[in-house]
C-alpha cells in the first residue's frame, strides 16, 4: 500500500469534517492529560492516596476501551462519507458487552504474548489492531470471528503497519513540547489514516 496515498487521504478526510476529528482529539487528549496527572500525583503520596489514584486511573482506561469502538465506528464514517451525526456515530451501538470483552480479551492476549517475549508480544498487538474496526462496522460478528479476521487482514502487513505507527513520532513528539496543542491535529490525523488503512484491508 502507498503510505504517502493513504496519509494524504487522512488529511483530506479531516479537512472536510474537523469538528467531528476534532472531538476524538479532545476526548483523547484529556484521557491522556489526567492519565498523566494522577501518575505525577501518585509520585509523592502515601499508600491510601496511591491506591485511590490508582482506582481512578482504571476508570479512564475503562473509559478509553468504552470509547475505542465508537471512535472506530465515527472515524469510518467521516472516511466513507456515512457521516450524519456524532451522536449517531457514537452511540448507535447495540452489542457495548460484546465490544468491551473483545477489547479486554484482545488485552489479555496481547499482555500474556509480551510476557512470553517482549517482540511477539508487539507483532500480536499489530495481529489484533484493526478489531476495534472489524467490531464497528458489523453488530453481528462474534469476538473470536472479529480477532480472527484482524489477523487475516493484517496478514503479510505487521511491518508496514509498525513503520506507520512510528512515522508519527515527530507528530507525537510536537503534541508532548506543545502540551498538547498540536495534538488537536495530530490525533485526528493519526486515527484518520488507521482507518484509511483498514479501509484498504478490507476491501
Request: hydrophobic share 45%.
Amino acid at each position: 500500500m502507498n503510505r504517502s496515498s493513504i496519509k494524504q487521504q487522512a488529511k483530506e478526510d479531516i479537512r472536510q469534517n474537523y469538528v467531528p476529528w476534532l472531538v476524538v482529539g479532545l476526548i483523547t487528549l484529556s484521557i491522556t492529560i489526567f492519565q498523566g496527572y494522577f501518575r505525577l500525583t501518585d509520585s509523592n503520596t502515601i499508600l491510601e492516596t496511591s491506591a485511590r489514584v490508582q482506582v481512578q486511573e482504571r476508570w479512564l482506561n475503562l473509559f478509553e476501551i468504552l470509547l475505542l469502538v465508537p471512535f472506530s465506528r465515527l472515524a469510518i464514517h467521516l472516511c466513507t462519507g456515512r457521516f450524519r451525526s456524532i451522536k449517531e456515530s457514537l452511540f448507535k451501538n447495540e452489542q457495548w458487552l460484546r465490544d468491551i470483552g473483545a477489547l479486554l480479551l484482545v488485552a489479555l492476549y496481547t499482555l500474556l504474548w509480551t510476557l512470553l517475549f517482549i517482540i511477539p508480544g508487539i507483532i500480536k498487538g499489530y495481529s489484533y489492531s484493526l478489531v476495534p474496526y472489524i467490531l464497528a462496522e458489523d453488530d453481528t460478528i462474534s469476538i473470536t470471528e472479529a480477532i480472527a479476521l484482524s489477523q487475516r487482514l493484517t496478514e503479510g502487513y505487521k511491518w508496514e503497519l509498525f513503520v506507520m505507527d512510528w512515522s508519527f513520532i515527530l507528530w507525537d513528539l510536537a503534541t508532548s513540547l506543545t502540551i498538547g496543542l498540536v495534538g488537536f491535529y495530530a490525533i485526528p490525523y493519526k486515527k484518520a489514516t488507521w482507518t484509511r488503512y483498514y479501509l484498504q484491508l478490507s476491501r
